[in-house]
């Protein structure tokens, strides 16, 4: 299936993209600066299903930054949407299939730490996995990879060093403090927010950020041989940390300030890999 979704957007698109990039909550607007750019509805790509979340536009945008052909996800699928694990992370399977080496994984974080506020950006060093399922659950199939694969390094450190390098020029130039902040994503199934009790644990076992997805594609796109980075915008300090209730036009508020920073940050961090 995967291999049939990847010949029909080779031949819709005519692009042979090295990265591909999703697009958390809010965080959409970044595929309106692809060049020369091709937009397919999800609904048309084969074995693809729907995005039904708000802040999610549901198409795949493939072009250029620069001088590197991308595929961009603008809208993703979740696991709360009542989708199986095996459609949250097909377009993974589809991105290897099209040959891309490397993915850049975005999404709508809250924070557990009063020192990274919402409006900051978090590259994510590892994950804790606390959705209650594993997306390589069931037959594997050795083509994408192997049967027990190590997650000792799944958010690959020369990206990382690329990143921060990236976030300290832009903040150097427009004179801003420090953007960027490295930490630990925790990834829970939703669609419910977290309650403070349960912050109170994840902030125990050492995690910085939740939220409710990429742990997903993270896992997939290791087991395929991608390289992978993390990138979560903090839109909301999470339950408990404040007085405050949490509400998602909150997050898509947060992601739409946060834009114009997140924008320069991706297209910087794309042309560096593509060279």
Do not use: W
């Amino acid at each position: 299936m995967a291999a049939e979704a990847a010949e029909f957007i080779r031949e819709r698109s005519g692009v042979e993209p090295k990265v591909a990039v999703v697009l958390g909550s809010g965080l959409g607007a970044f595929a309106d600066d692809i060049q020369n750019a091709v937009s397919i509805p999800y609904a048309d790509i084969p074995h693809f299903v729907r995005s039904t979340v708000e802040g999610h536009a549901g198409r795949l945008v493939l072009g250029k930054i620069g001088d590197t052909p991308v595929a961009v996800q603008q809208g993703r699928f979740h696991y709360y949407e009542g989708y199986s694990m095996e459609q949250v992370i097909f377009p993974m399977r589809v991105f290897s299939q099209l040959g891309i080496g490397a993915v850049i994984l975005t999404n709508a974080a809250g924070s557990l730490k009063s020192e990274m506020p919402p409006g900051q950006l978090m590259l994510i060093t590892d994950h804790i996995n606390f959705m209650g399922v594993n997306p390589l659950r069931g037959p594997n199939d050795e083509r994408f990879g192997p049967r027990f694969p190590d997650l000792s390094s799944v958010y690959d450190s020369g990206f990382q060093t690329l990143i921060a390098k990236e976030a300290e020029a832009i903040a150097s130039k427009h004179k801003i403090g420090d953007i960027i902040h490295r930490g630990i994503y925790c990834a829970l199934s939703g669609p419910t927010y977290e309650t403070p009790a349960e912050i109170r644990l994840f902030r125990l076992l050492g995690a910085d950020a939740v939220g409710m997805s990429t742990v997903p594609e993270a896992i997939v796109a290791s087991h395929s041989g991608m390289r992978v980075a993390g990138i979560s915008c903090i839109t909301n300090y999470a339950a408990g940390m404040t007085e405050e209730p949490i509400d998602h036009s909150e997050v898509m508020e947060t992601g739409e300030r946060v834009g114009e920073i997140f924008r320069e940050l991706l297209s910087r961090t794309i042309k560096a890999i593509g060279n």
